[in-house]
Nanobody
Framework: DVQLQASGGGLVQAGGSLRLSCAAS????????IGWFRQAPGKEREGVSI????????YYLESVKGRFTISSDNAKNTVYLQMNSLKPEDTAVYYC????????????????????WGKGTQVTVSS
């Protein structure tokens, strides 16, 4: 079974940092795109950052570019999201998600294209 276990959320002041971790199991890491989506109250779930081993450039939501960095440790089947310079508008439940690339050469960005989801982790940034 595919499993995604997210951790690392919490409460932080504006300007602070958090690192999210997504431990994956049940699939071949190299064949998948794995990333982070977030959903704030009353808003749609949006892709924040997504990475794939076979694709050189990760995806970042425009509003997090320069502040967030996604990385993966294939030996540990874990994806990390380092979040720096956090803003109150980053407050949301963050979800880890994965989808099989099926040999594709581009990173899917839409949430409907992701088959596997972990439980969310709350990130709260106070002003």
């Amino acid at each position: 079974d595919v499993q995604l276990q997210a951790s690392g959320g919490g409460l932080v002041q504006a300007g602070g940092s958090l690192r999210l971790s997504c431990a994956a199991s049940g699939f071949t890491f190299d064949d998948y795109a794995i990333g982070w989506f977030r959903q704030a109250p009353g808003k749609e779930r949006e892709g924040v950052s997504i990475i794939a081993s076979s694709i050189s450039r990760p995806y970042y939501l425009e509003s997090v570019k320069g502040r967030f960095t996604i990385s993966s440790d294939n030996a540990k089947n874990t994806v990390y999201l380092q979040m720096n310079s956090l803003k109150p508008e980053d407050t949301a439940v963050y979800y880890c998600a994965a989808t099989n690339l099926n040999g594709g050469t581009w990173i899917p960005k839409g949430r409907n294209m992701y088959d596997y989801w972990g439980k969310g982790t709350q990130v709260t940034v106070s002003s």
